[in-house]
C-alpha cells in the first residue's frame, strides 16, 4: 500500500490506436442514436410497405355498372380493414368479423397490386339492409390499390369497380 503505482508506458502508436477505436465507438453511438430516432420520428409502415399497421373503414362502393352506380356506405365504422405487418389482415364486414392474408407489391409512390387471401368469416345473419354479401364479394375481387386525397381505394378485377375508404376518424 505504501508501493509505488506502476504506470505502463505508452507509446505514440498504442495512443494513437486507443483514440481511434475511441472515434469508432463514439460513431457507433451517434449513428445508433441517429437510426433510433429517426425510427421513432418515422411513418407507422416500413418503406414499400404502406399498407402495413394501417386501419381504414369503408365510406362507399363505386360500380362501373350503370345500373349500380356508387353506393355510400350509412355507417362506414360497420365495414374496417386493419393491416398488419405480419401480412395478415382483420376486416369488420356489418355485423361479421374475419380475417385474411394478403399480399401487396408497391407500383409507385402512391400506388401498387393487392390481393387477399381465403378469408375466413363469421356467418351471422346481419339485420337488413346490409351491404355484407357485396363488400365479401368485392374484397375478393381486390386486385390493386392507389392512395389519393388522404384515402385508400382498392380497384376491382377487371376494373369492375373501386372501394373508397377513409381513416378511422
Not at 57 to 84: C, I, N
Not at 122 to 144: D, I, N, Y
Not at 160 to 169: F, M
Amino acid at each position: 500500500s505504501d508501493s509505488p503505482r506502476q504506470y505502463r508506458r505508452v507509446g505514440v502508436r498504442d495512443a494513437g490506436r486507443a483514440a481511434g477505436r475511441l472515434r469508432a465507438v463514439r460513431t457507433f453511438q451517434i449513428l445508433g442514436a441517429v437510426a433510433f430516432a429517426l425510427t421513432a420520428c418515422g411513418p407507422s409502415s416500413p418503406p414499400g410497405r404502406p399498407l402495413d399497421g394501417t386501419n381504414w373503414r369503408l365510406v362507399s362502393l363505386e360500380s362501373m355498372s350503370d345500373e349500380q352506380g356508387t353506393t355510400a356506405v350509412d355507417d362506414p365504422g360497420k365495414y374496417t380493414v386493419s393491416f398488419g405487418a405480419d401480412q395478415r389482415v382483420a376486416f369488420r364486414i356489418d355485423c361479421n368479423r374475419g380475417n385474411s392474408t394478403f399480399q401487396a407489391a408497391p407500383g409507385g409512390p402512391d400506388s401498387g397490386t393487392l390481393t387477399f387471401g381465403p378469408m375466413a368469416l363469421t356467418r351471422m345473419f346481419c339485420p337488413q339492409p346490409s351491404l355484407e354479401q357485396r363488400v365479401t364479394t368485392a374484397l375478393g375481387q381486390v386486385r390493386s390499390y392507389r392512395f389519393a386525397d388522404g384515402r385508400l381505394h382498392m380497384s376491382l378485377l377487371a376494373d369492375s369497380g373501386i372501394l373508397h375508404w377513409e381513416p378511422p376518424g
